[in-house]
């Protein structure tokens, strides 16, 4: 393994550009969808496979260019570029093209994490705590990862890519990436120092230090052997008929001991007027943002508002709450149930469309109990015909099982939970809007009845 030499770094992106164009905007994780690349600017790139070889392998951090944003205002993503003379049938779906010019002319490239090989290279390179150019492959003290391992890709809707090793562990490679602390890192770390085993410990991870900045870029976790996740076994329960109000309230439990660990882990924060009153600023704002991109949401804009409204003025009122870590993005694909019952929570990046320092901002843990709200009225709608009722019961064991760990119910405090039930509802129109038109029906119910009742 070695660097690329910098200077090549141009050439060899120039001659990837019209394929990487094509390529990256059918890509699940790509988040401008909308918008077209008009090209690419290099922030870094490291060979650790040689292209002259029957495999070769680029790591790649590009950022596309997507006007009328200036380019140095683009996304950067993270790319694993496999390189080899052709491509075996297996590795079909991840072809990006055929290269005719520039180092790589007369050779196909791919995304090197459908290939086994390639992927492998990552998990050594973390057992042996690699330094590769401005790569840092750091394992966890005490941690220990076996060689030989086989990888496999993980193919499910993801806004991210993840890598199974041998059943033992799962790396979850970011693919849209920014400079600073991430959280899908930093939480499972401080979870582990308190001894949380809701959330599995980190056992390395990957980081980039270029020009000052340093980014995170993989996390390598245990792999819960049997495990599925809470959308899954929703989902399975709903067609069967099945009662889910018991795995709702072991979630609620499970939900409440992350929260209340995090509490002791990363400094809270008490959320009075002042900060309420910017907290709903910034949910008037992403309304107000959304209706103008999403027309079917505008008739309800008036009674949404309403919701934030109510909260400002608790808050005027004196009423202050408790704000901490949480983790940002819960639902039930969120959540895994082991094979002996036992419910842990994955994936604490947060909202990826939200600004990082946002994201790793305290927030009333009912951010995250809105979030699995929500996720409950998905499922009940993701049969047909839709189960409200299923809904609403899985809705109350969850808070519920909250309380049982917590003391606090979160439906005593119904102002509160509507405003944020109400905000994660507008992410999600504008989410299935851009990304998933035929789901968009989902989102709209709930802001149907957000805006036309106080009523949670």
Same mark, same amino acid.
Request: aromatic share 6%.
């Given at each position: ?10 050439? %060899?992106?120039? &001659? ?12 699940? #994780? ?10 690419? &600017? ?8 040689? $292209? ?31 390189? @080899? ?8 779906? /991840? ?20 290939? =086994? ?83 599995? /410990?980190?056992?390395? #991870?990957?980081? /980039? ?10 996390? +390598? ?39 209340? /660990?995090?509490?002791?882990? +990363? ?8 900060? %309420? ?30 919701? *934030? ?20 993005? +819960? ?6 149930? $082991? ?15 939200? =600004? ?33 009722? #299923? ?18 119910? =979160? ?8 405003? *944020? ?27 149907? @009845? ?7």
């Amino acid at each position: 393994m070695a660097e690329t030499v910098t200077p090549s770094t141009p050439a %060899l992106l120039a &001659s990837l550009d019209p394929l990487l164009r094509d390529w990256l905007p059918r890509q699940r #994780w790509f988040a401008g969808k909308g918008s077209p690349v008009t090209g690419f &600017s290099p922030v870094a790139e490291t060979e650790l496979l040689p $292209s002259d070889g029957r495999l070769g392998l680029h790591h790649l951090l590009v950022r596309a260019e997507q006007p009328p944003a200036p380019a140095e205002a683009g996304d950067c993503y993270q790319l694993l570029i496999g390189v @080899r003379e052709t491509l075996p049938p297996r590795l079909a779906p /991840a072809l990006i093209g055929h290269v005719t010019d520039g180092p790589l002319a007369g050779r196909t490239v791919y995304d090197a994490l459908y290939d =086994p090989r390639p992927a492998e290279v990552l998990l050594e390179a973390l057992r042996t705590r690699a330094r590769i150019g401005g790569l840092r492959f750091e394992r966890a003290p005490g941690q220990e990862i076996r060689d030989g391992l086989v990888a496999r890709l993980l193919t499910g809707e993801q806004s991210n890519s993840s890598v199974v090793y041998g059943d033992t562990f799962i790396l979850k490679l970011l693919r849209r990436v920014v400079p600073g602390v991430n959280p899908d890192l930093e939480i499972p770390l401080a979870l582990a120092r308190e001894g949380c085993a809701r959330v599995p /410990a980190p056992t390395a #991870w990957l980081r /980039a230090e270029l020009d000052g900045d340093a980014y995170v870029l993989a996390v +390598l976790q245990p792999f819960v052997r049997g495990a599925t996740d809470g959308w899954e076994l929703a989902l399975r329960e709903l067609a069967k008929g099945e009662d889910f109000t018991a795995e709702a309230r072991a979630l609620g439990r499970a939900t409440a001991e992350v929260h209340t /660990a995090l509490a002791r882990a +990363l400094p809270t924060a008490t959320l009075g007027h002042s900060r %309420l009153e910017a907290e709903v600023a910034g949910m008037t704002e992403r309304l107000a943002a959304a209706a103008q991109a999403v027309p079917a949401l505008r008739p309800y804009e008036d009674g949404l508002r309403s919701a *934030y409204q109510a909260l400002a003025q608790l808050a005027a009122e004196g009423r202050t709450w408790t704000a901490q870590r949480v983790h940002g993005d +819960l639902h039930l694909g969120q959540c895994l149930r $082991s094979p002996s019952g036992d419910w842990s929570l994955i994936d604490f990046e947060g909202e990826p469309a939200r =600004p990082l320092a946002e994201r790793r901002m305290p927030q009333p843990p009912v951010r995250d109990i809105a979030g699995m709200l929500r996720s409950f009225d998905y499922a009940a709608h993701s049969v047909t015909p839709p189960a409200p009722g #299923w809904a609403s019961r899985c809705r109350a064991a969850y808070c519920s099982g909250y309380a049982e760990i917590t003391g606090a119910d =979160p439906r005593t405090d119904p102002v509160l939970l509507r405003a *944020y039930e109400t905000d994660k509802a507008v992410y999600e129109v504008v989410y299935e809007a851009r990304h998933r038109p035929d789901w968009l029906p989902v989102p709209l119910s709930a802001v149907h @009845r957000l805006a036309t009742t106080d009523l949670i």
